[in-house]
């Protein structure tokens, strides 16, 4: 439900007693959403909680928040069709805001496969605290790597609307960072995401 929907439905926003400024004081960094996206496989979740690992011991308030968890739930009842995808993104772009608002670095891993759905979502973020980090690997990789066998399956015809199969992914045109996961291990991956993150959004923060 958009602004004006709310507003016609007499839903009307309160911004509380405790402000955004205040959360991120009491947490001593910023709030930012870091946006992974890619094919199946590429590395999304794994750099994702290794990310959020590494900003826990440096004392940040972070959460992932992972494709096929939030499909356990909040997105249970969608599919993988374009329109299901797109409101996918809708809700976990809703849900990412208030993380934002309260001040948390959330790491979000989900294929999100089309460009304009990311280009929508960004929208509604500061140029600061948004951070679109494109996994790029090439298809051949991510088909080795599928220990689930998804993509064989989708090969087969036995899962529909497989992205990198039956079902586009449009990379992006111009994100923060563009992180090569076959040339480059986890542990490298890591470091590249965690120089990033010192220099843009953890700059002064908590001694970092």
Not at 24 to 29: A, S
Not at 190 to 205: A, D, F, P
Request: with cysteine.
């Amino acid at each position: 439900m958009g602004q004006e929907e709310a507003y016609k439905n007499n839903v009307a926003w309160f911004d509380g007693y405790v402000s955004r400024k205040d959360r991120e004081k009491l947490h001593g960094h910023k709030g930012a959403v870091i946006w992974f996206t890619g094919l199946p496989a590429s590395g999304k979740s794994t750099i994702a909680h290794l990310v959020e690992k590494e900003l826990h011991k440096k004392g940040c308030s972070t959460y992932v928040l992972d494709g096929d968890n939030v499909r356990h739930g909040l997105c249970c009842d969608l599919g993988f069709s374009p329109e299901d995808r797109t409101e996918n993104i809708r809700r976990i772009k809703e849900m990412v805001k208030l993380f934002v608002d309260a001040g948390i670095i959330v790491l979000t891993a989900f294929i999100s496969p089309y460009r304009k759905d990311r280009e929508w979502a960004r929208k509604f973020f500061r140029k600061d605290e948004f951070i679109e980090v494109y996994m790029e690997c090439p298809l051949e990789v991510c088909e080795a790597r599928d220990k689930k066998g998804f993509y064989k399956k989708a090969k087969e015809g036995l899962i529909k609307e497989y992205t990198g199969v039956s079902s586009p992914y449009e990379p992006p045109e111009n994100p923060e960072l563009v992180i090569n996961t076959k040339n480059y291990t986890p542990k490298e991956c890591v470091l590249k995401i965690m120089r990033y993150l010192k220099k843009n959004i953890l700059q002064g923060q908590r001694g970092i």
